[in-house]
Nanobody
């Protein structure tokens, strides 16, 4: 199992930006981010393959960017134009059911 550790969450005002980072203990073909808001199911935010092919949830398109550094086994999520409804715990994910512990993102109105 690959260990994943996130960082970069926090409190931001609506319209602001945050950048999440995740470091993996080993190489993963596909990495990405999920999120889970209180009372809701965990949902995909974005995935990216080792060849930088990315997939985004509709709510993330145009506001979030996922990118990775294969040499460092890291994946990032740049979030812009944040909205209160983006408030959630964000989880780093790696192919093979690898999950981080989550990092809280709170967007105030």
């Amino acid at each position: 199992q690959v260990q994943l550790v996130e960082s970069g969450g926090g409190l931001v005002q609506a319209g602001g930006s945050l950048k999440l980072s995740c470091v993996a203990s080993g190489w993963l073909l596909t990495m990405g981010w999920y999120r889970q808001a209180p009372g809701k199911q965990r949902e995909l935010v974005a995935h990216i393959t080792s060849h930088s092919t990315s997939t985004y949830a509709d709510f993330a398109k145009g506001r979030f960017t996922v990118f990775r550094d294969n040499a460092k086994n890291m994946v990032y999520l740049q979030m812009n134009s944040l909205k209160p409804e983006d408030t959630a715990v964000y989880y780093c994910w790696g192919l093979g059911d690898n999950w981080g512990q989550g990092t809280q993102v709170t967007v105030s109105s």
